[in-house]
């Protein structure tokens, strides 16, 4: 059994919780969201007393720990503050979230992760917080993660692949997460075929190992574009719960058997207890960042990650409640 492992605590869902539109789910936050951008001071109200860290839970040189800088550039030219970006990686996101929760609630501390970090990761992990140690300022962009595989290959869509594991073929299934180890795992078992599943670290992991030959498919989060626009790669499922941005007809996973899916978000997130109003000027100072025509990170977000996804106040609060809560129901899925 390919499982990130058992664990001593489930969260329980009911199929009709995991199976729950959306849109349906945040509606009611969506209305409080509105109250509160009503009732909170302006941007112009607070203003940090000193230098902002801006912890980024991603490897240096990449295109998260790229974007979460380029806000850091645009946040100290529009907002004339001081940013320190600082690295803080591992465990998922969970070494950046244990460590911002314990940070001074002044807004001086804040921490771009994904939603992943304190939904699944914070689930599987039995970390001793939850999300709501945590205020979400915005989400920044989504992720186009689907199942990859080169052109070479052969294969139109994921009936293709699961057809040649059944007639025999060994196929390596690459991962790069925990959560991404169990969806592939019961893709797999859902569809009566068992992947060699190879977890690798990091994003280029799984594109590294399918142009070396080493897999024959994996999950990519988007970095896959250029190649599936030139036709050298193939996404032959969406694993984003909806169609595909470059491959509209491909299936999602639940369309193949899997009730869970890999949609997420970068998130910006500030400790538990910090002010409305230092909530309202960061939000806002980080969204001029993304979404101003013309800026990097918005040029950026655009090409590397289809556009830029903005959730904020109780519509985050909801989704990142709803996250970990989903959680529960694919560990005990994939532990079965």
Do not use: C
């Not at 850091?72 to 969970?94: F, R, S």
């Not at 996973?253 to 869970?260: D, K, M, S, T």
């Amino acid at each position: 059994m390919m499982s990130s492992g058992t664990h001593s605590k489930l969260i329980k869902t009911t199929r009709e919780e995991r199976f729950m539109p959306m849109s349906k789910l945040l509606k009611g936050a969506a209305v409080a969201a509105t109250t509160l951008a009503l009732s909170v001071p302006a941007m112009a109200d607070w203003s940090p007393q000193g230098p902002i860290k801006l912890m980024i839970g991603f490897g240096a040189g990449g295109g998260a720990d790229t974007q979460a800088r380029m806000i850091a550039e645009h946040m100290e030219a529009n907002q004339g503050w001081e940013i320190i970006p600082e690295q803080v990686t591992g465990k998922g996101g969970l070494n950046l979230a244990n460590k911002l929760k314990d940070a001074p609630a002044d807004g001086q501390t804040i921490g771009m992760i994904v939603t992943e970090s304190l939904g699944y990761n914070l689930a599987a992990g039995n970390a001793k917080f939850l999300p709501s140690d945590f205020t979400g300022l915005t989400t920044t962009a989504g992720f186009q993660m689907a199942v990859v595989a080169k052109a070479d290959k052969g294969w139109a869509t994921m009936e293709d692949a699961l057809a040649a594991a059944k007639a025999g073929e060994q196929l390596r299934f690459g991962t790069m997460t925990p959560k991404l180890t169990d969806l592939a795992y019961l893709l797999g078992k859902n569809n009566g075929v068992e992947f060699n599943i190879i977890q690798g670290k990091g994003g280029k992991s799984v594109m590294n190992g399918v142009n070396a030959g080493d897999m024959d498919l994996g999950f990519m989060a988007g970095i896959q574009a250029k190649g599936v626009k030139s036709g050298d790669y193939v996404e032959l499922a969406s694993a984003i719960g909806e169609p595909l941005v470059n491959t509209p007809a491909a299936k999602t996973l639940e369309q193949l058997g899997v009730p869970f899916n890999a949609a997420g978000y970068f998130v910006i997130v500030a400790p538990a207890g910090i002010s409305d109003a230092a909530r309202t000027a960061l939000t806002d100072a980080i969204i001029a960042a993304i979404d101003t025509e013309g800026s990097k990170a918005n040029g950026l977000i655009n090409k590397a990650f289809g556009g830029t996804s903005i959730i904020q106040g109780a519509e985050l609060d909801a989704l990142l409640a709803s996250d970990y809560a989903a959680a529960g129901g694919l560990l005990e899925a994939a532990s079965e």
